[in-house]
């Protein structure tokens, strides 16, 4: 009996050390690991960027540009993208179309790179 119980033991601490990944150490998992949620980013786009970009991203004229099927995001990989929330592109510079802002995140400074993955991922639903 006490050897079934030790055996049930080992096995589960074998089991255990599988399941963590072998030899990768959660402590070095950089941000590019996490996978975006497009839902979270549906909600973080309805918190803030929803009012320039508008229902579905279509944009809203004088205040955001649409997102809907443009080359920028079709083209550029998550963290080009990310890249681009960051800093966003302000009137001066030559890229912007609009003659409007985009703010650095949107303007939501709260925004992290967690944030701002899920984000992507949102856009991302809107570009297939
Ligand atoms: C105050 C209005 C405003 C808000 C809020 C805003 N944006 Fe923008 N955004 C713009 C404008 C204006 C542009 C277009 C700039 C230009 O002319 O190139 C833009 C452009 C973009 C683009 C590039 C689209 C393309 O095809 O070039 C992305 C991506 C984007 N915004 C993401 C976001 C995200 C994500 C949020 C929310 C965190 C957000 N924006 C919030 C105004 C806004």
Not at 48 to 54: E, F, K, L
Not at 55 to 64: C, K, N, P, R
Request: charged share 25%.
């Amino acid at each position: 009996m006490r050897k079934t119980i030790i055996a049930v033991v080992a096995a589960l601490m074998l089991a255990m050390a599988a399941c963590s990944g072998g030899d990768r150490d959660p402590t070095t998992t950089t941000i590019a690991d996490r996978t975006g949620d497009p839902v979270r980013g549906f909600e973080l786009y309805r918190g803030g960027c929803i009012v320039c970009h508008g229902e579905g991203g279509v944009g809203i004229e004088g205040l955001g540009k649409s997102w809907i099927g443009t080359t920028f995001i079709n083209e550029s990989t998550d963290e080009e993208l990310i890249a681009f929330l960051l800093v966003g592109r302000p009137t001066d510079d030559p890229l912007n179309t609009t003659g409007v802002d985009m703010l650095p995140k949107g303007g939501n400074n709260a925004l992290t790179e967690d944030d701002l993955r899920d984000l992507v991922a949102f856009m991302r639903t809107l570009n297939l």
